[in-house]
């Protein structure tokens, strides 16, 4: 496409900033000097993916390498897509304006499950075949990465290969060999995928594993079809955060992205153990960077960006062993510079008032916590080990500045949930507005404003509740109702998410390879974009699932058997099945699990390694 | 503390306070994939690049503390600008060269600045802005430019077309708004300089030609292959009342 029709094209859309490209910090190289062109895709449009930190890290991971040239591809927005059907126009990459079909790689990073019908849409926008089975020799490799990759078996047959775990050092090297192969004359795509799952750890090619099923409907083996790729495939991590790369450089979207900030993570892995969180197992071992580090990284992409908004990534940021020396260190040089500081994902018990002082964002009159289950009983189950006069600490910490709005997050339907639990998420939200007008410091002649947001229950993968079933929709949406009917105070607004995206969710999260058809088959009729509730048809999804002959519920609603092969046992994340079992006992007890840093309860992630760990060094 | 790659720049820090802030402008060209970000874009990426240039800028005071920036005409969506304008208020000692390199740096080439100067005349001066279009169509180019011509000349029948303003839509004709339209061919396309109103009390936007042209003419057919159909707008400068030029040449 040259200029004049890109023209055309772009001006007969809505935003066409997304489709632009030409950004200050991307990185263009020679096509004709490089010798593997990746293709880096965000299954969603421009304005979330870029604001995805992995994107940003993996992109510079790959462009370090000089004849390695990675771009970067989103899924165009409805109208354009239109558009892009009409005129032939195939999904192209925004650095080269090149077809995506003509890249060697093609990379997607799977955030979460309800993007799989807008991978399968950019394939196809792409044309390129949506079954790995169907491609030819000159078709990309696809890869698929990120969170969701943990258990990748629903879209198992749309991927050639997927990289299992972090990817800065992986990724590359998955590159390096396919380089090396061409340039040996060895290279067939065959003999690529299976080198790769040979030599690379976190290297997952599914279709060199067959699976056979119980009559139940249950997986019954998975059996690698080569006796020299592993039986199970282990993630893979950097062993010292301070020594992997990490943009000092990133893109700068001229367009208003959702987190258009410096973002930097202080650490991988949460010493927290909550028994629903997936993110909380599958980063361990927990691993931290140093404080000079961080600094040093936020301050040289501040140099290059100009942003004005800095924000540290954790799963859990005042675990961070020495997060009142890194802020103090960011504050020295972010204040003259007027560089305002956030620190999401807070703790209640330990939230303090020099932390609050410091981080301040003036103009947030909002702080938020996440107390998960409104009953103490019910946050041992879940292994919050938070308590209640925590919460209350803290929010009169916030009062005591002037704070009045309230946003607290909870969960439904968690293991052993009764509808006294449930009565308590509103009740906790009253007890927190009877704190506001005793707290003596309170802004006088301001009222507080307490948000509760609740969402349902998802078993997720590598969770000590991954066997849980997940409440029918009839219930989820029962307790939804009630919920709502025990809030008794309009200075208490209550939130929920939709059920029925989180039914699928689970669905999609827990399934196995035979999910495949439905998949395509969704794809067929046009889903994408499910993530944006305008467009979740769940009665289309029902119907899909009909004609293919997929019991949701089979996924989504059964107590998966404890010893059980499930379809995500070819996966192994560092911490054993045995933890997690006897973590969901303990759940059941009522027990609670001391944090890592209290004490190891042995998860098994520490046989990874990893520099700065809290974990025990393995014998 | 400067990071690599950053060689002319020095910190906004280092340098020395003025008694009191003074005005710059900045002229820059806004072209090629720069086309396709509105005006909001470009001054949210503006704020950016003024901090990463290190430009001493001068800070609002108070609870909430900003700098101070000023855009001349707003360029529509779908065209290029030579000659774009920003005014910046700074306060400290810096040469109008050294902020042209610092902010080259930091910018694509689609987006250099050409000259940075104290300005003598202010946004409000501008009446009229030039630009200049490039037409593909089907059809012999000189039979098109001639009629481009007779339908845009002043005793032309009255252009009446719907414009869009913040008190709603509004029939106008857009004749008056426009100061001339002169159409040649050339290689096989149609070259346009047309000079309309600007500024903040009356703007013609260049595309209401184009929708003229294609209501009238039948030209520039939307269900034409692109290959065969397209146009480009590139404004290239601004006058006043008077017809003396605003910006890069006069100051
Ligand atoms: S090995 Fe022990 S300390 Fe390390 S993550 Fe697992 S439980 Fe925590």
Avoid at chain 1, 88 to 104: A, Q
Avoid at chain 1, 425 to 450: C, D, F, T
Avoid at chain 1, 482 to 511: I, M, P, Q, W
Avoid at chain 1, 548 to 553: F, H, L, Q, S, V
């Amino acid at each position: 496409m040259n200029q004049n029709q890109k023209r055309m094209l772009l001006t007969s859309v809505s935003r066409p900033g997304r489709y632009a490209g030409g950004e200050y910090g991307q990185i263009i190289k020679d096509k004709t000097q490089v010798k593997a062109r990746f293709a880096f895709a965000f299954p969603d449009s421009y304005e979330i993916g870029m604001s995805n930190l992995g994107v940003r890290i993996l992109y510079h991971c790959l462009n370090l390498h000089d004849d390695i040239w990675c771009e970067r591809t989103y899924a165009p927005w409805v109208d354009m897509q239109e558009k892009m059907r009409e005129q032939n126009v195939p999904l192209t990459c925004l650095e080269s304006g090149d077809p995506v079909s003509d890249f060697d790689f093609l990379g997607f990073t799977l955030q979460y499950e309800m993007c799989y019908t807008t991978v399968l849409n950019m394939l196809e926008l792409s044309k390129i075949p949506l079954r790995a089975a169907d491609r030819g020799e000159d078709c990309p490799l696809v890869i698929g990465g990120g969170p969701c990759a943990y258990n990748p078996e629903p879209v198992a047959d749309f991927f050639d290969l997927f990289n299992i775990g972090e990817g800065e050092e992986m990724l590359p090297e998955i590159v390096r060999l396919y380089i090396r192969m061409k340039d040996e004359g060895t290279y067939t795509r065959a003999a690529f995928l299976h080198e790769a799952a040979r030599t690379i750890q976190g290297v997952y090619v599914p279709s060199l594993y067959t699976i056979t099923y119980n009559a139940d409907g249950t997986v019954a083996a998975y059996t690698p079809v080569y006796d020299d790729i592993p039986k199970t495939v282990t993630k893979r991590i950097v062993k010292d955060l301070d020594k992997t790369p990490f943009p000092d450089k990133v893109v700068m979207p001229y367009i208003e992205t959702v987190q258009d900030r410096i973002t930097v993570e202080v650490g991988r892995g949460c010493i927290r153990g909550c028994r629903f969180c997936q993110a909380g197992m599958v980063y361990r071992p927990v691993r931290e960077k140093s404080p000079e580090v961080v600094d040093c990284q936020c301050r040289a992409i501040f140099e290059s960006s100009g942003y004005e908004e800095m924000s540290l990534s954790s799963l859990s940021i005042s675990d961070y062993t020495k997060v009142n020396e890194l802020t103090d260190s960011l504050l020295s040089w972010s204040n003259p510079n007027m560089v305002s500081l956030s620190l999401p994902s807070l703790r209640a018990d330990s939230f303090t008032r020099e932390l609050m002082d410091k981080v301040a964002s003036i103009r947030n009159s909002t702080i938020t916590f996440a107390p998960e289950a409104g009953s103490q009983r019910l946050r041992d189950v879940i292994n919050k080990n938070l308590y209640e006069e925590d919460l209350m600490r803290a929010v009169n910490v916030a009062f005591d500045v002037g704070k009045n709005q309230v946003k607290l997050y909870f969960m439904q339907g968690h293991p052993t949930e009764t509808d006294e639990d449930l009565a308590e998420i509103p009740e906790l939200a009253h007890r927190v507005v009877s704190a506001y007008y005793q707290n003596p410091n309170r802004r006088k002649g301001q009222h507080p404003q307490v948000t509760i947001s609740v969402s349902p229950f998802i078993p997720k993968p590598f969770t000590p509740f991954q066997w849980e079933p997940q409440d029918t929709l009839e219930e989820m949406e029962r307790k939804q109702a009630f919920v709502g009917s025990c809030v008794h105070d309009r200075r208490v607004k209550y939130n929920y998410h939709n059920a029925k995206t989180c039914h699928l969710e689970a669905v999609l999260a827990r399934g196995d390879r035979r999910l495949a058809p439905a998949l395509e088959e969704a794809c067929r009729r046009g889903f994408k974009f499910e993530a944006w509730s305008e467009f979740f048809d769940y009665e289309g999804w029902l119907d899909i699932f009909a004609a293919t002959g997929i019991d949701p519920a089979f996924y989504a609603n059964r107590r998966y058997g404890l010893d059980e092969v499930l379809p995500w046992d070819v996966i192994d994340c560092g911490v054993t099945k045995k933890f997690l079992q006897r973590e969901n006992a303990r759940a059941h007890e009522g027990n609670t699990t001391p944090n890592c840093r209290e004490n190891c309860s042995g998860c098994g992630a520490n046989k990874m390694g990893g520099e700065r760990a809290c974990c025990p060094k393995v014998k | 503390m400067l990071s690599q790659g950053k060689v002319n720049r020095i910190s906004k820090f280092d340098r020395e306070k003025l008694d009191a802030p003074i005005t710059v402008r900045v002229v820059f060209q806004k072209t090629g994939n720069l086309q396709y970000f509105s005006h909001l874009d470009l001054q949210r990426t503006w704020q950016r690049v003024l901090v990463r240039a290190s430009i001493p800028m001068w800070y609002t005071q108070g609870f909430n503390p900003h700098s101070k920036i000023t855009f001349g005409v707003p360029l529509p969506v779908g065209s290029e600008g030579m000659e774009e304008m920003v005014d910046l208020r700074i306060d400290r000692q810096i040469t109008p060269a050294e902020i042209k390199a610092q902010l080259n740096a930091e910018l694509t080439s689609e987006m250099q600045v050409s000259e940075v100067y104290i300005p003598t005349t202010a946004f409000s001066d501008i009446a009229w802005g030039t630009y200049q279009m490039t037409v593909k169509t089907p059809g012999d180019p000189i039979d098109n430019a001639a009629a481009i011509n007779k339908i845009f000349a002043p005793d032309a029948e009255p252009i009446i077309m719907t414009k869009r303003s913040k008190s709603g839509d509004k029939e106008v004709n857009i004749l008056p708004m426009i100061h001339s339209v002169k159409a040649v061919a050339a290689d096989g396309l149609i070259k346009i300089r047309a000079t309309l109103r600007a500024g903040n009390t009356e703007n013609l936007n260049p595309e209401y030609l184009i929708k003229a042209m294609r209501d009238r003419l039948g030209i520039l057919p939307e269900d034409g292959s692109t290959e065969e159909v397209w146009y480009r707008i590139l404004r290239i400068g601004f006058h006043d009342e008077k017809g003396v030029a605003v910006g890069k040449w006069f100051r």
